[in-house]
Nanobody, 124 residues
Framework: QVQLVESGGALVQTGGSLRLSCAAAAGTFTSYGVGWFRQAPGKEREFVAAVSWPGGSTAYADSVKGRFTISRDNAKNTVYLQMNSLKPEDTAVYYC?????????????????WGQGTQVTVSS
């Protein structure tokens, strides 16, 4: 079992930056692909970014490509999401998830472990 904890969510102005962290509080990320998803009120949970095991291969949603960067520190069992040039439409609860399938995955059904989420709010 892998228990995930997200942190780093905050209120930030348009154009600002934020770095989210996803740590394995129990278990490890060894052999797992890890992804970030987000969900705004009234919207379905959508894919944001993913990184493969052990790293080096990444995937991004078109809406965040060029602005967000996903990375992982396997020694620390931590995955990061660096978010730059934030927009109001980025406002959502952000979740990290882990999948035994080690490649990048955009389908949320491929992930078996999920964190509780961290709130990101972008204001004008």
């Amino acid at each position: 079992q892998v228990q995930l904890v997200e942190s780093g969510g905050a209120l930030v102005q348009t154009g600002g930056s934020l770095r989210l962290s996803c740590a394995a509080a129990a278990g490890t990320f060894t052999s797992y692909g890890v992804g970030w998803f987000r969900q705004a009120p009234g919207k379905e949970r959508e894919f944001v970014a993913a990184v493969s095991w052990p790293g080096g291969s990444t995937a991004y949603a078109d809406s965040v490509k060029g602005r967000f960067t996903i990375s992982r520190d396997n020694a620390k069992n931590t995955v990061y999401l660096q978010m730059n040039s934030l927009k109001p439409e980025d406002t959502a609860v952000y979740y990290c998830a882990a999948a035994r399938y080690g490649s990048t995955q955009s389908n949320r059904n491929r992930y078996e472990y999920w964190g509780q989420g961290t709130q990101v709010t972008v204001s004008s």
